[in-house]
């Protein structure tokens, strides 16, 4: 079991910028992480994911060049860096945990704990 605790949703300004954080537990911090998010009206969006030693990232196209995702193996915790924020990027954002490092990570069916996610809404 893992359990997944996100933090640092909030309302911000357009063009401003926000830091998501992920601490897991439950077993060792081995495993491929992602963000996703979920808007209303819209289907569930992939936003970044990173491998368990950190040495490959991945972005959605529509975050690229604002966001980055990084993690600290030592304080189990994964990190989603978003700058440049727009309107578009509201939405509910959740970290989740793929625990068998099942390719693609980008895949959200390869998820296996999901947290239970944190507000970002951005005003123009």
């Known amino acids: 079991q893992v359990q997944l605790v996100e933090s640092g949703g909030g309302l911000v300004q357009a063009g401003g910028s926000l830091r998501l954080s992920c601490a897991a537990s439950g077993r060792t911090f081995s495993y491929a992480m992602g963000w996703f998010r979920h808007a209303p009206g819209k289907q569930r969006e992939f936003v970044a994911a990173?491998?368990?030693?950190?040495?490959?990232?991945y972005y959605a196209d529509s975050v690229k060049g604002r966001f980055t995702i990084s993690r600290d193996n030592a304080k189990n915790t994964v990190y989603l860096q978003m700058g440049s924020l727009k309107p578009e990027d509201t939405a509910v954002y959740y970290c989740a945990a793929n625990v068998r490092n099942r390719p693609p990570i980008t895949y959200y069916m390869n998820y296996d704990y999901w947290g239970q996610g944190t507000q970002v809404t951005v005003s123009s």
């Open positions: 990173i491998n368990w030693s950190a040495g490959n990232t």
